[in-house]
């Protein structure tokens, strides 16, 4: 798993920088995505489905391809999807996310999508998988093989993956012109050399001292808002699936809806604080948790002062453009999970009960 966290700003570059036309400020798939524009401006919405990691990225799918395409969408599970209603599909396009591409669920909610008339782009890491083969256009990810049971570099490919499909997407609709396509191609670009800075000493010692609060934790919150709600959610699954921590993540809105009971100093909170339009709203919710006698992890740009006096530990990340925060906002919260599970004497590969792809509904 640590050598897969290392691994992700080459995968970056694995799964982004061929296909980008910079000149054109748009981006070209190879011949499994033989969407033309005229077909992707058809579309009316859009369904996302997947599970477990993968799920996430499709949330933070839904939320590029409505910012940057306008086109709106929505997120299912894709083992709920067989009980749901049986809508017209011919304006919908269903993206399936499987980083094996054997995700039974999965699977079965894609040939249920094909059965009802609908159209499937399947977004995996496995050529020649069964969602590789059987869906109606693909885009692979090409992060390597995967070893670790909790995905970590998978799931980085799928958000870049994602990243790339709203520009092709916000194109071919006419939503980005050529002049912010290169701007968004130009971000990602610059972003390869940021991510070095993740594995620095000064940010190793910053996970230990974060470490320390999660260690003796029974359970703990994290905490993000709007592309890093998502993150969030991830950041709790990782810690679960390798340390046998129990984390939620959940939008900090909804902190004060319940969860707020939870708060105490034997509690820690994580809470993702980068800027951006929810910035001020988080370093309230730190507050609020502070106010409570809870501990902080906040995860924040490097040099963040009013971050720092809030907060009890800062895992700190280089600033970077807000769309592309997710991708550097889950590097330390991976590492951070495999610290504390590598204190624990946890099986970390291999986690008790998972297996790396599940087969079965």
Request: hydrophobic content about 45%; aromatic content about 6%.
């Amino acid at each position: 798993m640590l050598k897969e966290i290392e691994e992700q700003p080459d995968v970056l570059a694995r799964t982004a920088f061929e296909r980008l036309r910079d000149e054109e400020g748009d981006v070209e798939f190879e011949d499994g995505f033989a969407f033309g524009d005229d077909e992707l401006s058809s579309f009316r919405r859009l369904r996302f489905m997947a599970m477990g990691t993968s799920f996430h990225s499709a949330l933070l799918g839904k939320l590029m391809l409505e910012e940057l395409a306008a086109l709106p969408g929505d997120t299912l599970n894709a083992s709920e999807f067989l009980y749901s209603p049986r809508l017209p599909e011919q304006d919908a396009l269903t993206v399936v996310i499987s980083q094996s591409g054997e995700t039974a669920d999965s699977l079965r909610a894609m040939r249920e999508v094909q059965a009802r008339g609908g159209q499937v782009l399947g977004l995996c890491n496995v050529r020649g998988s069964t969602l590789d083969r059987e869906a109606d256009h693909v885009i692979l990810t090409h992060c390597g093989p995967e070893v670790g049971v909790a995905s970590t570099k998978a799931f980085f490919g799928q958000v870049v993956a994602l990243y790339l499909l709203a520009v092709r997407v916000g194109r071919a609709r006419r939503v980005l012109d050529a002049a912010a396509g290169r701007r968004l191609l130009d971000d990602l670009r610059h972003l390869r050399p940021k991510l070095d800075a993740l594995f620095g000493a000064e940010e190793q010692a910053a996970t230990g001292r974060a470490a320390d609060l999660l260690e003796p934790a029974a359970g703990c919150l994290f905490l993000g808002r709007s592309l890093n709600y998502p993150i969030a959610l991830e950041g709790a699954l990782k810690l679960k699936e390798i340390s046998y921590i129990h984390a939620e993540g959940y939008a900090a809105g909804e902190m004060k809806h319940g969860p707020i009971a939870l708060i105490s100093p034997e509690f820690p909170v994580v809470a993702i604080a980068t800027p951006g339009r929810t910035y001020e709203k988080m370093l309230s919710n730190i507050e609020e948790v502070r106010a409570r006698g809870g501990r902080v992890i906040a995860v924040g740009v490097r040099g963040d002062q009013r971050l720092g006096e809030l907060a009890d530990a800062v895992l700190p990340v280089p600033e970077v453009p807000e769309l592309l925060s997710p991708l550097v906002n889950v590097i330390p919260l991976q590492q951070l999970s495999y610290e504390v599970a590598l204190r624990l004497g946890r099986e970390i590969d291999q986690p008790r009960n998972l297996a790396k792809s599940v087969t079965v509904e």
